[in-house]
Every structure is written in structure tokens, then in C-alpha cells.
């Protein structure tokens, strides 16, 4: 049973942008922090950014610098992860998950208990 599907990932130039979006069932939506992680082949899967409940906290990882943007929006069941000027080395795919806790969005330890099956996103030079 599938409970989170991203989408929105492409080939993109380098200083373009895309939008990724994170969409599941109304139960965790309302209930769930959500988060983005990344992982470039051959790398270990890196954070990305997370969202809580509500979307009063936010945490990014250090290496966005103000490019990227995570938004939620509960009356459509979806999280979104704005990325401009991006750059070849944010080639990845990119995962979204969910938990009732905050710590594991952003960890991903303990395992959050849920994870979506990744969307490519691929920035060309």
C-alpha cells in the first residue's frame, strides 16, 4: 500500500529550478512531519530539508544556502520542496518520509516510518 508518491523531478539545466512534491493519504498529512533526503549515486542518502505538522518549523541542510523552500499544504494532502539555482552536484534522487516525530524527518534515525519510492532529479552542466 502505497503511502507517499513524489513527483515533479526532471532534467533540469544547471540554475534552473524545480518543484518536487510529496503527496499522501489525508492521515498523514495531518498527522506526520514530512521530510526530503536526497542520494547521488555512489553517496550515502543525505537530508534535505523537513516540515512539521503544522509548517510553524522548518529545518534545511546547510548546503541549500537559501535555495531550496519546503511548504506543506494539509487541504491537499502535499508537501512541496521549491529547488532553484541548482546545480549539477544536487543530481540525485530525491526520497520524502514521514513521521509523527520531527527527529526522524531530519535523521532519518530512528527510521521514519514511512518512505516514498524517489523521484529523479537530474542537473545537466
Known amino acids: 500500500q502505497v503511502q507517499l508518491v513524489e513527483s515533479g523531478g526532471g532534467l533540469v539545466q544547471a540554475g534552473g529550478s524545480l518543484r518536487l512534491s510529496c503527496e499522501g493519504s489525508a492521515r498523514i498529512f495531518s498527522n506526520y512531519a514530512i521530510g526530503w533526503f536526497r542520494q547521488a549515486p555512489g553517496k550515502e542518502r543525505e537530508f534535505v530539508a523537513a516540515i512539521t505538522v503544522s509548517g510553524g518549523g522548518i529545518s534545511y541542510a546547510d548546503f541549500e544556502k537559501g535555495r531550496f523552500i519546503i511548504s506543506r499544504d494539509n487541504s491537499k494532502n502535499t508537501v512541496y520542496l521549491q529547488m532553484n539555482s541548482l546545480k549539477p552536484e544536487d543530481t540525485a534522487v530525491y526520497y520524502c518520509?514521514?513521521?509523527?516525530?520531527?527527529?526522524?524527518?531530519?535523521?532519518?534515525?530512528?527510521?521514519?516510518?514511512?518512505w516514498g519510492q524517489g523521484t529523479q532529479v537530474t542537473v545537466s552542466s
Open positions: 518520509n514521514a513521521d509523527r516525530n520531527f527527529g526522524p524527518v531530519t535523521r532519518g534515525e530512528p527510521p521514519p516510518e514511512y
